[in-house]
């Protein structure tokens, strides 16, 4: 098995298990009611700030997974391509890799962005609880 398909795994079971614990750790600031964000939604400027920070944030802390985003605050092909990348790294193997935003991506994006935004960022996101 190639070392990239190891580490997904591994990146997988890690985000399942971050899941499970941020169940019992409580979500202060948390919005159930956000909009979604992606392709064919009402996006706010805020919220796909968070989505471009908080994918910066989770690729370069795994050594640049990914090629930085502009963090302008506009959804395009590069935006939309980087969220399908992190669905696919993180959670499409319960999911298909939409390129929404909605309460599971949320919360992966909370989970493993830039925790230093996350005033901003709870109130922005759509999340589960």
């Known amino acids: 098995m190639a070392l990239h398909s190891l580490v997904k795994r591994a990146a997988v079971v890690a985000a399942s298990a971050a899941v499970a614990l941020g169940a019992f750790a409580g979500t202060a600031g948390a919005n159930t ?3 979604y964000v992606g392709p064919g939604q009402t996006n706010n400027w805020t919220a796909v700030w968070c989505v471009q920070h908080d994918i910066n944030a989770f690729s370069q802390a795994r050594g640049g997974w990914y090629p930085q985003l502009k963090e302008d605050g506009y959804w395009g092909p590069n935006t939309d391509n980087a969220i399908r990348w992190f669905q696919n790294s993180l959670i499409s193997y319960t999911k298909s890799a939409d390129g929404i935003v ?17 005033g901003k960022c709870k109130a922005a996101l ?4």
């Open 33 to 35: 009611n956000a909009k």
């Open 102 to 118: 909605g309460p599971l991506t949320g919360d992966m994006l909370l989970a493993y962005g830039d925790s230093s935004q996350d």
């Open 126 to 129: 759509p999340t589960s609880s």
